[in-house]
């Protein structure tokens, strides 16, 4: 089945470390989005990429890295110089970043700081 | 400043009634609008999209009105389930944003009881 895979579903990360979250999409899309939920908030963009080897900060990417190597692969690392981590992490793509496409998302992946 | 607000948090609401969920937006020229549902722990789905120039939308019980004067999108599920249960995204792309990005609002958290 095409889909957006994304793993692991929880992640415990130690204060001061990086850790990556792993997107993988076989939609065959060319756009790919990180997006930040917290309880109460609406979605935030941290990242984003329309084609292979670019990619754009959203609204809150301090903090935040990716990179676009493959078509079908969006990986985000959390780094430490990011201060408040814990948070609902989503991937989603879309067949381009024009207007009017869908977006589909993956299943998320819980982050917490222990 | 930019804001997407639903109506409330949370709405309860009988089998069998119609529910009706609000989305106001300040300072956005949106081009359309799309509504997502979103279950505990898992990613957002996307249900329906409205364009700046249409009025309604409709797909199986589901119903999407756009007043750009009003600012204002509204969603009703008609015959209500408690399998409808969730909470429902709006989210808007702005005319001014030239690469897709999609603004998110905190969402409302629906419960259908029988």
């Known amino acids: 089945d095409g889909g957006i895979t994304q793993s692991p579903k929880y992640l415990f990360r130690k204060e001061g470390q990086n850790v990556t979250l792993s997107c993988e999409q076989n939609l065959n899309h060319d756009a790919m989005y990180w997006y930040r939920q917290d309880p109460g908030q609406g979605l935030r963009l941290i990242y984003y990429?329309?084609?292979?080897?670019?990619?754009q900060k959203g609204d809150i990417a301090e903090g935040y890295s990716v990179s676009r190597e493959k078509k079908e692969s969006f990986p985000l690392t959390v780094t430490s110089a990011q201060k408040n981590p814990t948070a609902f992490y989503l991937c989603a793509s879309s067949i381009d970043g024009s207007s009017g496409n869908t977006i589909y998302f993956g299943e998320g992946s819980w982050l917490t700081v222990v | 400043s930019q804001k997407i607000e639903q109506n409330s948090e949370a709405l309860n609401i009988q089998e069998g009634k119609t529910a009706t969920l609000t989305c106001n937006y300040t300072?956005?020229?949106?081009?359309?609008l799309q509504w997502y549902r979103q279950d505990p722990g898992r990613g957002p789905v996307f249900l329906l999209l409205i364009r700046e120039n249409e009025k309604e939308k409709r797909k199986e019980r589901l119903k999407v009105t756009f007043d750009t004067t009003l600012k204002q999108s509204l969603f009703h599920i008609t015959a209500s389930q408690p399998a409808d249960s969730a909470t429902y995204l709006c989210?808007?792309?702005?005319?001014?944003?030239?690469?897709?990005?999609?603004?998110f609002g905190r969402g409302t958290q629906l419960t259908v009881w029988p």
């Open positions: 990429s329309q084609i292979v080897n670019d990619f």
């Open positions: 300072n956005y020229s949106p081009a359309y």
């Open positions: 989210a808007l792309l702005d005319r001014g944003s030239t690469l897709g990005r999609l603004y």
